[in-house]
Structures are given as C-alpha cells and as structure tokens.
C-alpha cells in the first residue's frame, strides 16, 4: 500500500486532472455498459416468451 501513497504523491496537478478525468469516464462508460446489459437481459427475454 504504500507504494501507491507514494505514486500518487509524484503525480504533477496535470497528470492528477487526466488521472479523475479517466476515472470519470470509466464511470460513465461502467454504467452505460449495465444498462445496455440489462436492456439486451430484457430484450432476450420478451424474445423468448411463447405466445
């Protein structure tokens, strides 16, 4: 662990911004892929019913 204290310690205000902004995108991108999950989830099953 302290390894990573020390890592974050170096990081230069420019690299810190890119650091939270690729945190925020991964994020975002997390969430949309769980939603497209559940829609296909549910696509799959109204696919499937029987009528």
Request: net charge positive; charged share 40%; glycine share 2%.
């Amino acid at each position: 662990m302290t390894t990573i204290y020390r890592w974050k310690a170096r990081l230069t205000k420019d690299e810190t911004r890119k650091f939270r902004q690729l945190e925020a995108e991964n994020q975002r991108l997390k969430k949309l892929v769980a939603d497209l999950s559940l829609d296909n989830a549910m696509l799959k099953e109204v696919v499937g019913r029987k009528w």
